[in-house]
């Protein structure tokens, strides 16, 4: 039974950063891609970021380009979302989830069969 365990969020003010982790357990060994994605109130869920575990390719929202960094630990099982320069605009509970294979579209959300829990993100003065 795979299982993302997220960890990292809380509130910040704006041009603040923050730091999320993902513990992944269950896998075994192989190709997988892990992604992190974000709903805000009363707005769909939408994908911030993806990592292909192997090669460590990457994918960014155009909206998080150039402020947010994925990265994996392989020795940890561990993806991390560095957050800089934070927004009001990224508040948002974050999700991380995972998918064997190669990552899909940044958007494909019903591609990926294990979520985690979710963890709030708040960006406020």
């Known amino acids: 039974q795979v299982q993302l365990v997220e960890s990292g969020g809380g509130s910040v003010q704006p041009g603040g950063s923050l730091r999320l982790s993902c513990a992944a357990s269950?896998?075994?060994?192989?190709?997988?891609?892990m992604a992190w994605f974000r709903q805000a109130p009363g707005k769909e869920r939408e994908g911030v970021a993806n990592?292909?575990?192997?090669?460590?390719?990457?994918e960014y929202a155009d909206s998080v380009k150039g402020r947010f960094t994925i990265s994996r630990d392989n020795a940890k099982n561990t993806v991390y979302l560095q957050m800089n320069s934070l927004k009001p605009e990224d508040t948002a509970m974050y999700y991380c989830?995972?998918?064997?294979?190669?990552?899909?579209?940044?958007?494909?959300?019903?591609?990926?069969?294990?979520w985690g829990q979710g963890i709030q993100v708040t960006v406020d003065s």
């Open positions: 989830a995972a998918k064997d294979g190669w990552c899909p579209s940044l958007q494909s959300l019903s591609d990926f069969a294990t």
């Open positions: 269950g896998y075994t060994s192989g190709d997988i891609c």
């Open positions: 990592i292909n575990w192997g090669d460590i390719s990457t």
